[in-house]
């Protein structure tokens, strides 16, 4: 294929905004668009994004080999259909076939944190690294031996249900204590709001409180908001110390809208494992050559993940086939 | 290879007794016998068992392919080394290496729950299977996409450290609540020796109840017993149903010495799992096709697929190297 067209169209459909891409065969971005979801229209928006794509890339058009769509929920990447995106469809889509059918072009569909941790793998030859993501829910993509991990039932990587605290609160999924409940943004909005309650003079934090709020005035020394952080963090490590011993990965990179938060995050959860590697000879083991890193803002890991995927389905695919 | 010879010697040395089979190409066992663990002379006990094995095939002696040896702790397969197995050795031995000049046959290693889940992988051809293992310690071997995961640190599995409770007592590693400091044997009889502590006239258990005890007394309806294995069945619950959401596994088989209590453990968990489903579309999805078992006692799982581990080797390895 080294001589053939290799350009890809990766879009990353997120729950308030879209992300489009195009690489070329050595990941380098040729185009990079971002515009809000419309939550309404779901498909006809990434039909529409496609076309415009194409027509932006003018001569180059007939190099598209094909497209991929990274998206949250229920992801079966095989059947080429996503269910219980939260916020976007919550009935089975045949996403891929449609997309294919309206422009075209070989679509692929992969879960987001998937086509993240499959970017990072590619891109820096890890061959074990997880990829989580912390926004409104969280979700692990994960790379195993430089094989994507997809699971039997279509939904390996959803640690954002694993159990943290069985004492904490009830998850948006029904069950209590799930790493979501504790640790994603709504819980840390949350907390920040039930101690504001509790002594409102105690914070510069107010009652409406985002995770954003709450990592900013942690940033500038508010004590409450440093507390609600470190939970946050506590958290986030154990899931962490639990990806590198469960999964045997050695670098773990965290994304999604938390990440933003930058060090202000991942200073807190360094201690964590810093404590744990003190305590524990086998934490010791497992952690010291283990790399845990924040994606740099603004990095369409997911996007570029769905190009990779759509450039590697349309090489391993027969030519008949297409 | 089908003509050729195809024997295979699988040993499971575990922290009391070490398990020998041979099995065949059809998995049949052609020879069985247990002895008890000498951890004071592990490998010339390894090595002794290898050589009487040979000595008891007879006229079949020339048909055995090679040795899987299968270990607790941190097991490197690719350099054939472990270390940090408990209660047998704690520095680095190159156990495969050592076997096999001793005794002249090829030999892999494989940690013990590895091997076990490859064997229930190969027998059922469940290409995604969890072993968990439940006995002194608590550990996983995971088979996913027909691939055995072994991780980038040769730790993949540990879950037995993936935190339960962070409430929970200091685990044996040194962090807080793994868990294997809420649910493995040692803590089931330590929880049911607190309780008696509390007030021995309101069970049958004693001073130095064990787990296996603790297991008699509940299924002879000892509240105090039976309250004891409710909470080990919800940690294991949870554990498991984390193996399902984060691997995707659809398949899960306990095993070890704390399995040996069969339905009394069996029960509890499915209760638990059952009320997460009631309460949660997100586990009802992920575990309404999933199969919890209990293997069944007397299996050499662990002996059985360290066999056939060292049968692959012996058909995937070129001839030269042999």
Redesign the interface.
């Known amino acids: 294929m080294s001589d053939g067209p290799a350009l890809a169209i990766g879009i990353d459909v997120g729950g308030t905004k879209t992300a489009v891409v195009v690489t070329d065969e050595t990941d380098r971005v040729l185009y990079e668009r971002t515009v809000p979801t419309n939550a309404d229209a779901w498909t006809d928006q990434i039909v529409g994004l496609v076309r415009e794509t194409v027509a932006a890339l003018e001569s180059r058009a007939d190099e598209v080999l094909g497209v991929g769509l990274a998206v949250p929920g ?1 992801v079966d990447s095989r059947q080429g259909t996503v269910r ?1 995106a939260v916020n976007v469809v919550r009935d089975e889509v045949a996403l891929a076939a449609v997309c294919q059918a309206a422009t075209g072009l070989p679509t692929v569909i992969e879960h987001d944190a998937r086509a993240a941790a499959f970017w990072l793998y590619r891109r820096d030859r890890t ?2 690294v997880a990829y989580l993501t912390v926004g409104t829910g969280i979700a ?1 993509g994960l790379v ?2 430089g ?1 994507l ?11 954002g ?7 904490g609160p009830i ?1 948006p ?4 204590g799930c790493l979501e409940a504790v640790a994603a943004g709504p819980a840390i909005a949350r907390a920040a709001r039930e101690r504001w309650a509790t002594d409102p003079s105690a914070t510069v934090l107010s009652a409406d409180a985002s995770a954003a709020d709450v990592f900013d005035a942690a940033r500038r020394g508010d004590a409450v908001a440093t507390a609600v952080v470190e939970m946050a963090a506590r958290h986030l490590a ?1 899931a962490i ?2 990806l ?7 670098r773990v990179v965290i994304g999604g809208g938390v990440a933003a938060a930058g060090d202000t995050l991942l200073a807190p959860i360094r201690r964590e494992l810093h404590d ?1 590697r003190k ?5 010791e ?2 952690l010291a ?2 790399s845990i890193e924040i994606l740099p803002p603004g990095t369409n890991a997911g996007a570029r993940g769905a190009a990779a995927l759509a450039r590697e389905a349309a090489v391993t695919a027969p030519a008949a086939a297409r």
Do not use: Y
């Not at 249900?161 to 069985?166: E, K, N, S």
């Not at 999924?173 to 209590?176: A, F, N, S």
């Not at 590198?244 to 050695?250: K, N, P, Q, T």
């Open positions: 229920h219980m061959p074990n692990a195993l031996d094989v991990l997809r699971g039997a039932t279509g939904l390996a990587g959803e640690v249900h694993v159990l943290a605290d069985p004492d998850c999924c029904g069950m209590r154990r110390r639990g590198v011993l469960a999964f045997g990965v050695d744990e305590a524990s000879g086998l934490a083991t497992a050559g283990t």
